[in-house]
Every structure is written in C-alpha cells, then in structure tokens.
C-alpha cells in the first residue's frame, strides 16, 4: 500500500504558476508510476500528466503541453506538477495517482490507477 498527500493548491491569477507536491509513504515510490488528474463538477475525471518509475518519461494531456510539467523526486518520495501559464479553465480539484502496473496504454484512465490522494484545489480566477 501507498498513502499519497497532495499539497500546493491555491488561488492565483490567470497566467500566474503554482506547484503541486504529492508526498508518499509506504511502500518503495519507485515501484509505481505517478499521474495527476483533475475533476471539475460536472465532468468527468481528466488525465493530466503522468511520470514514468524512474522520472525518465513524461505524457501530458494536449491542453497542458509546454505549460505543466511533471516531475518527480524518488529520493524525496514525491512527484511535482509545475503550472505555468495557468488559464481559469484549469481550475479543479487536482488528484495524484500511483500504480505499479501503469502502461503508456493504460495511464490515461483512472480506474487504472490503485491509490490516489484526498486532492488539492486549484482555484485560477480571470
């Protein structure tokens, strides 16, 4: 098993940048991949970016490309979401995720994933 607690959300302006943390405990972190999601109401959960086990492969989702990065710290148990150019349709509540059995094809769904964390808000205003 592995607990996950995100931290770092906020309010911030539309072009301002925020950073995500999700810590983890448990289990060895370089076993699982890591992603972050977010939900909105009234949507459905979205796939944001994803880090493979070793940090050496990244995939985001189109509309974060060359704005979000994904990144993480095996040493530290923790996996980073660095917002930049942020826009008020990124708000939402943002969720990290961790398997150990994560593909490139299977990343993108959440019901794959076995732990999340409790989310953080990200709150960009206009």
């Known amino acids: 098993q592995v607990q996950l607690v995100e931290s770092g959300g906020g309010l911030v302006q539309a072009g301002g940048s925020l950073r995500l943390s999700c810590a983890a405990s448990g289990r060895t972190f370089s076993r699982y991949a890591m992603a972050w999601f977010r939900k909105t109401p009234g949507k459905e959960r979205e796939f944001v970016a994803a880090?493979?086990?070793?940090?050496?492969?990244?995939y985001y989702t189109d509309s974060v490309k060359g704005r979000f990065t994904i990144s993480r710290d095996n040493a530290k148990n923790t996996v980073y979401l660095q917002m930049n150019s942020l826009k008020p349709e990124d708000t939402a509540v943002y969720y990290c995720?961790?398997?150990?059995?994560?593909?490139?094809?299977?990343?993108?769904?959440?019901?794959?994933?076995?732990?999340w964390g409790q989310g953080t808000q990200v709150t960009v205003s206009s």
């Open positions: 995720a961790a398997d150990e059995s994560i593909t490139i094809v299977t990343m993108y769904v959440g019901g794959n994933y076995d732990y």
């Open positions: 880090v493979s086990k070793s940090g050496g492969s990244t």
